[in-house]
């Protein structure tokens, strides 16, 4: 089995934890063996392994490997979802996803992270769509009630009266 390293650790030796005999990594998922000069490939199960290792030692680099693994496709699913072009609610679904990631992975441990991230993603964009939608209505309806607003009136008295058609003269 291949053992996943984070890019910053990539240069730092002994921050490794290995016998030292991988050497440079060609890619996000393979790295080079320094001694047969044969490039081993990381599968996408050992990066989930990894990053739910770090989501269960409450590491918060976790979120940031999920940020730069997931982030761009997390980013698309929300715009698809909320529309084109509302890219900061799409930001803050992506957001909430992340945490919600960060609040349930301990207990459970989902496989492939993908997957179940984009499951949650979801569920927030779709709440997020119908919450806007809803918004939008109702601003539509308080907008149709002020433009009735004058023709509804019913003074109480003639003092509201007088003062009603004083005002729109």
């Known amino acids: ?38 490039k081993e490939e990381c599968t996408v199960n050992d990066r989930d392994e990894y990053l739910l290792d770090l989501y269960f030692k409450r590491d918060e680099r976790a979120v940031a490997e999920t940020q730069r693994d997931y982030g761009s496709f997390c980013l698309d699913l929300a715009l698809r979802i909320l529309g084109r072009d509302n890219l900061p609610d799409a930001e803050e679904c992506v957001n909430d996803a992340y945490l919600k990631l960060w609040r349930t992975i301990p207990p459970r441990r989902p496989k492939p992270i993908k997957a179940y991230l984009a499951a949650v993603l979801r569920n927030i964009a779709i709440d997020r769509y119908r919450q806007n939608r809803r918004r939008a209505q109702n601003r539509e309806l308080e907008e149709a009630i002020l433009e009735l607003s004058p023709a509804m009136w019913v003074p109480d008295s003639a003092e509201g009266e007088l003062k009603y058609l004083l005002s729109d003269f």
């Open 1 to 38: 089995r291949v053992l996943w390293i984070p890019p910053k650790l990539w240069n730092k030796k002994d921050s490794l934890q290995n016998d030292g005999r991988f050497g440079a990594w060609d890619s996000l998922y393979c790295m080079k063996d320094k001694a047969t000069g044969r």
